[in-house]
């Protein structure tokens, strides 16, 4: 199996191949822009998606490049001791760009929707990129190169270009978070390069100062091995949150907390120039390309999107990033960091799964997601070859005294799984199963596997089902297709297992840069359900007190009522007493014969208020 190392420069103009197949080449040139006198701006309304103009000329043959061949018995003078004699194959007048074009078409959309910068005033681009295919040194198994030829005031790219080793030419069109994205994801990683990241000019987006080396890089020692980290705003903000540790703490001296530099494969200059390969496994911009067609594992992390924005000279839309599931404390059960996980020795701090231990379950990847192999090879003690940095620091690279190693440093000699072929989405493995099935996860209480092959020990069809009450439990199927062969599976932590694929398949669905430390991707499962509960128990209680309440109030009314029609009936037995009165009086001063005149002018017996006023 053949991965493809990948390789940064700063500028590849007039370049060459040295005999050890480095590659030499001169300094970027630094281009004035901005006419003096006009204002840059540097608020956020001032920035826009980049625009990105790709240009083929090199390939077309209307510019020609010495690393390139064009026609049939061209030679070509790789390095001082090698040449090469270019075939009809070979000749870039005869290729067929179509699936090339397309696939750099497809990665030109996609960084347009991803990426923001100040306009290039006067342009219709703000990034020319320049794409080669050149012929590399024999055998030599980088797949491409890319660098700058050209910055702005502030040291933002404006021409950049890509060697492309003819060797690892793209034969199919590549397309993101496919089957076929392994080539467009080395494609993005160069590009990444030739936007500049980790270099040495980075300021805050919304302002001309350039921070201090200081406020940049820090090194420390610990293990007896020699650490260097990015330590800008959101390197430093990146292991806050994914780590869980503000300060890193050195045998020597501390640092803040950031972005660990890659110390491996300094032979091809991989080093310094890129992210860690086994503290940031499946971000595609470390040193090595891990994806292949049947395993879709690589993706665009917030450490990607932390080396880019921390130059100052980018936004990022997190949205079409994805989580980094290696080392992130969100994998865990209850959230918990990964004790030591930054700086320790990968044999003593990585999680289980993650590194090759000789047992059930090696094939497993670290996510449930796929299953893998190691590139191992036997260690007898010898310090000879890529087994010299091993020997110098047996401390760190190999604690437990294994016998058997990766042989790369890149991994720091740990034995990481490369995937060989992943799950779709909605399926994952754990060890034993044997492939991968559908999962259903109830919460982090249990998980089960759709496994219609599996039967129990009484012949009946059965699923697997791990719970938390027993994380650990062994159990024992026989597979349909072997009638006589029974397994033993082996569970995993219902909560381990479910925030694990959940964050492996996700896209960010929050700011991973929100300076909130409590802000995370994965929601409570519990916390929904509670509010659920307190939403059925609050509504019922509401609806019955606005009961109780009309129910008072219409009582009350019932009563005022009734009270105000007593009071009139009292009134009206006052006024007949008052009456019995009057007609007493009226007749006790009767004369014995009628007076008209007077019984015309006496008051009417029925007007309250007349007899009131006398």
């Keep these: 199996m053949l991965f493809g190392l990948i390789l940064s420069v700063k500028s590849l103009d007039n370049a060459y191949f040295t005999d050890d197949g480095q590659l030499i080449f001169p300094d970027p040139i630094e281009v004035e822009t901005y006419p003096k006198g006009t204002r840059r701006n540097l608020d956020e309304s001032g920035w826009k998606n980049i625009r990105i103009k790709l240009n083929y000329s090199y390939i077309t043959g209307e510019l020609r490049d010495p690393l390139s061949c064009y026609e049939e018995g061209q030679v070509v003078k790789v390095t001082s001791t090698q040449s090469v004699t270019c075939t009809k194959e070979m000749a870039l007048l005869n290729f067929n760009m179509t699936n090339l074009t397309i696939t750099m078409n497809n990665l030109k959309e996609f ?211 994805k989580p980094l599931v290696w080392g992130n404390r969100e994998s865990q059960i209850g959230g918990e960091p990964i004790k030591d996980f930054a700086l320790g020795p990968p044999q003593l701090v990585f999680p289980e799964l993650y590194l090759a231990q000789g047992k059930l379950g090696d094939s497993i990847g670290f996510d449930y997601k796929y299953t893998g192999m190691n590139l191992g090879s036997p260690y007898d003690s010898s310090c000879d070859g890529y087994w010299a940095k091993l020997c110098s620091n047996k401390e760190f690279y190999n604690p437990l005294n294994l016998k058997y190693l990766a042989g790369y440093d890149i991994f720091d000699y740990a034995l990481v799984k490369m995937p060989f072929e992943s799950c779709k989405e909605g399926e994952a493995i754990i060890p034993g199963v044997g492939g991968c099935r559908k999962y259903i996860c109830d919460k982090y209480d249990s998980f089960t596997l759709i496994t219609p092959e599996f039967e129990d020990i009484n012949g009946s069809e059965t699923n697997i089902t791990c719970t938390r009450d027993n994380p650990n439990e062994t159990i024992i199927v026989r597979n349909s297709n072997y009638k006589n062969k029974y397994e033993n599976l082996t569970c995993v932590h219902p909560e381990l297992f479910c925030r694990t694929v959940k964050l492996s398949e996700m896209h960010f669905v929050r700011d991973p840069f929100d300076p909130d430390l409590s802000v995370t991707q994965l929601d409570d499962p519990y916390e929904k359900s509670n509010k659920g509960k307190v939403v059925k128990i609050v509504v019922p209680c509401v609806i019955l007190g606005i009961i109780i309440i009309a129910v008072i109030v219409i009582i009350v009314i019932i009563i005022r009522k009734k009270q105000h029609s007593n009071e009139e009936n009292d009134d009206e037995e006052v006024y007949d007493h008052k009456n019995d009165d009057i007609e007493n009086i009226e007749n006790t001063n009767k004369p014995d014969k009628p007076n008209k005149t007077k019984q015309a002018e006496a008051p009417t017996p029925n007007t309250e208020e007349n007899y009131l006023s006398d």
């Design 111 to 321: 960084a347009e929707k991803f990426l923001k910068v100040i306009p290039t005033p006067n342009k219709d681009y703000d990034l020319k990129y320049i794409v080669k295919i050149n012929r590399y040194p024999k055998g030599s198994s980088v797949a491409a190169r890319a660098g700058y030829l050209e910055t702005d005031n502030l040291h933002r790219l404006i021409l950049s270009q890509v060697l492309i080793n003819q060797d690892h030419l793209v034969k199919y069109v590549s397309q993101f978070e496919t089957n076929r994205s392994t080539f467009i994801n080395i494609m993005f990683h160069e590009f990444t390069h030739a936007l500049g990241a980790i270099h040495s000019y980075y300021h805050h987006r919304n302002s001309t100062l350039y921070y201090s080396t200081k406020q940049q890089r820090c090194t420390l020692s610990k293990y007896g091995k020699n650490y260097t980290f990015l330590t800008g705003p959101y390197s430093h903000l990146f292991a806050q949150k994914h780590y869980g540790v503000d300060v890193f703490v050195g045998d020597d001296k501390n640092c803040s907390s950031g972005i660990e530099l890659e110390d491996g494969f300094e032979d091809i200059g991989s080093d310094g120039s890129h992210i860690k390969a086994n503290r940031f496994f499946t971000d595609l911009n470390i040193g090595m390309s891990v994806q292949q067609e049947t395993a879709i594992v690589e993706r665009i992390t917030a450490a990607t999107i932390a080396i880019l924005q921390d130059t100052g000279n980018y936004i990022c839309n997190w949205s079409m990033a």
